[in-house]
């Protein structure tokens, strides 16, 4: 159940991000963004249901580097699932006189900078960690570390005019939404793998041969 809710979670989230990302050119306050934002809601709850399972099936073999990790990357996603809800409330307050004294603020900018670097120490972490542990897929925990790069990358590249979005103004197909593939990844082979692995991610017939 576990793996489903991951998987489904951020099969959600993943949707919901390309429609609704914060990019150039896009409309807000439409239906279909409001909508978009609500996806990245709901998907980002069942992935935080889902992803305690995933740090369980591997904790054995990772020791305090993995609780770290997973402790990690669980905060920085609780950032990431408000991010819908504080998409809805900048976008209404941009509007107000007050807003551009209130962007200026170092303190507000220090904030969300210390809350984005838990999100993407914790995405690099845990992708290392499923490398090192070798329960799931070493190419998923791979595919969590390029899609955190991508994202930062393609975040800058956005946001400094360097490179323009292919879909301006109507998708935003950057590095979150590798990172959210990774993470149906791990909860596909988190919903298989019932029965064939033990705790510590040893496989049912290695057992059996001991």
Do not use: K
């Amino acid at each position: 159940m576990s793996g489903l809710a991951l998987a489904i979670g951020a099969a959600v989230a993943l949707v919901g991000h390309l429609f609704g990302g914060v990019i150039p050119g896009q409309r807000y306050f439409g239906l279909p963004w409001r909508a978009a934002q609500f996806a990245m809601l709901v998907g980002g709850e069942l992935i935080l249901l889902g992803l305690p399972a995933v740090y369980r099936r591997q904790s054995s073999r990772l020791g305090v580097f993995g609780l770290i990790a997973f402790v990690l990357l669980f905060g920085g996603l609780i950032r990431e699932v408000a991010a819908p809800v504080n998409h809805l409330w900048t976008a209404a307050v941009a509007a107000r006189p007050e807003a551009r004294g209130l962007s200026q603020q170092t303190g507000v900018f220090v904030v969300v900078i210390l809350i984005a670097s838990q999100y993407t120490v914790g995405v690099i972490a845990f992708g290392v960690s499923v490398i090192r542990a070798r329960v799931f897929s070493r190419a998923a925990g791979g595919l969590l570390i390029a899609g955190l790069v991508v994202e930062n990358l393609s975040g800058v590249a956005y946001r400094s005019g360097l490179v323009r979005p292919v879909f301006e103004g109507r998708l935003s197909p950057d590095g979150a939404v590798i990172v959210f593939a990774a993470l149906g990844w791990l909860g596909l082979e988190l919903a298989s793998v019932t029965g064939r692995y033990c705790d510590d991610g040893r496989s049912a017939s290695h057992d059996d041969n001991v």
